[in-house]
C-alpha cells in the first residue's frame, strides 16, 4: 500500500527531476533568453521546500513554484510546453494540499493520488517537459 509520504516523494522527486534542467546558470542568445534561463536559478530553490512527509507542506511548496513559473517568461518556442508544465504543477499543489486532509487508507486518497500520477505520466506532461529540456539544453549553458 502506499502511504502519504511515498506519494508526496514521489511527486516531489519528479518535479525536481524537471525543474534541475531549469537551474541554469548562464544563456546564450537574446536577452530575453537569457532572464527566461536566469530564472530557472530560483525553482531549484523552490522545490527544496518540499517536505515529502507532509502533503499541506509540499502543496504549499508548490503553489510558490507555480507564481515563480506563471511570472517566467518563457520565449514563444516553448510557451505552450511551459503552460502545460505549469499547468500540471498547479494540479500537483492543489492535489498535494487536497490528500492532505484526507485519511491516506481511505480509498479517495489512493484515487487522488493515483489521478495525480497519471496526470504527471500523461503523454502531453512528459511531451512538454521533452520539449522544455531540449530547448534549454540547447539555449542555457550551464
Known sequence: MT????VTK???GLATAVL?????AAC?????????????????????????????AAGEAFDKLVTELKAAKAPEAIAADWTTLTEGFENMGETLTALSELDPTAD?????A????DSLQSTDFQTAADN?????TENCKA
Open 20 to 24: 534541475l534542467t531549469f537551474s541554469l
Open 3 to 6: 502511504n502519504r509520504k511515498n
Open 114 to 117: 493515483t489521478e495525480l500520477s
Open 28 to 56: 546564450s542568445g537574446d536577452a530575453d533568453v537569457k532572464a527566461f534561463c536566469e530564472t530557472g536559478e530560483g525553482f531549484e530553490d523552490s522545490m527544496n521546500d518540499v517536505d515529502a512527509s507532509d502533503p499541506a
Open 132 to 136: 522544455v529540456e531540449k530547448w534549454t
Open 108 to 112: 479517495d486518497y489512493m484515487e487522488k
Open 10 to 12: 514521489t511527486f516531489g
